[in-house]
T-cell receptor, first 113, second 115 residues
Framework: GQQVMQIPQYQHVQEGEDFTTYCNSSTTLSNIQWYKQRPGGHPVFLIQLVKSGEVKKQKRLTFQFGEAKKNSSLHITATQTTDVGTYFCAGPGGGTSYGKLTFGQGTILTVHP | NAGVTQTPKFRVLKTGQSMTLLCAQDMNHEYMYWYRQDPGMGLRLIHYSVGEGTTAKGEVPDGYNVSRLKKQNFLLGLESAAPSQTSVYFC??????????????FGNGTRLTVT
């Protein structure tokens, strides 16, 4: 079945450093979604990418969708302590898995002040 | 607007006991999902539903059953709890789309411990 892999599993940075997490799917995706989960909280939707090669920005966050629509990345510029949390990518199953959304393992970001 | 509400928030079970987790959403969403979250494993899909009266298996369905008798509710049942089912359970819902392409709205989670 479809697999969504995310790396790295953990990332520790000093405040002000940049951070990137990568997501790879075993199958071509119609879209990819990104979520953030604060410690002790629930995942919250950040953004959805649909088009091949798409790049979207949200303030210090930059999201990219690969040309082949099988990989994606999230880059945070100049991290802040408020960026702490786990970042997940997720992709739809498609085909006979209509409605199914598969999540990557997530990247846990720690920001040291 | 409450969004997605999960009950209970915490529960401790003994091995072999049964329980039902309730998820309710007031956004008139078609799709509903149950995920479990374990350290280092991310969010794994247990079961999901694309409409009232329909359910489908996810990645880790064994040991769980679900029902979607009403559009707004999605129940997750454990018939005979095992320590391996100790986890945080999240319910989520989303509007109908072209198949898993609508953002998910998550509940606050249920922390279940099986001893």
């Amino acid at each position: 079945g479809q697999q969504v892999m995310q790396i790295p599993q953990y990332q520790h940075v000093q405040e002000g450093e940049d951070f990137t997490t990568y997501c790879n799917s075993s199958t071509t995706l119609s879209n990819i979604q990104w979520y953030k989960q604060r410690p002790g909280g629930h995942p919250v939707f950040l953004i959805q990418l649909v088009k091949s090669g798409e790049v979207k920005k949200q303030k210090r966050l930059t999201f990219q969708f690969g040309e082949a629509k099988k990989n994606s990345s999230l880059h945070i510029t100049a991290t802040q302590t408020t960026d702490v949390g786990t970042y997940f990518c997720a992709g739809p199953g498609g085909g006979t898995s209509y409605g199914k959304l598969t999540f990557g393992q997530g990247t846990i970001l720690t920001v040291h002040p | 607007n409450a969004g997605v509400t999960q009950t209970p928030k915490f529960r401790v079970l003994k091995t072999g006991q049964s329980m039902t987790l309730l998820c309710a959403q007031d956004m008139n969403h078609e799709y509903m999902y149950w995920y479990r979250q374990d350290p280092g494993m991310g969010l794994r899909l247990i079961h999901y539903s694309v409409g009232e009266g329909t359910t489908a298996k996810g990645e880790v369905p064994d040991g769980y059953n679900v029902s979607r008798l009403k559009k707004q509710n999605f129940l997750l049942g454990l018939e005979s709890a095992a320590p391996s089912q100790t986890s945080v359970y999240f319910c989520a819902s989303s509007p109908a789309g072209t198949g898993g392409d609508s953002p998910l709205h998550f509940g606050n989670g249920t922390r279940l411990t099986v001893t």
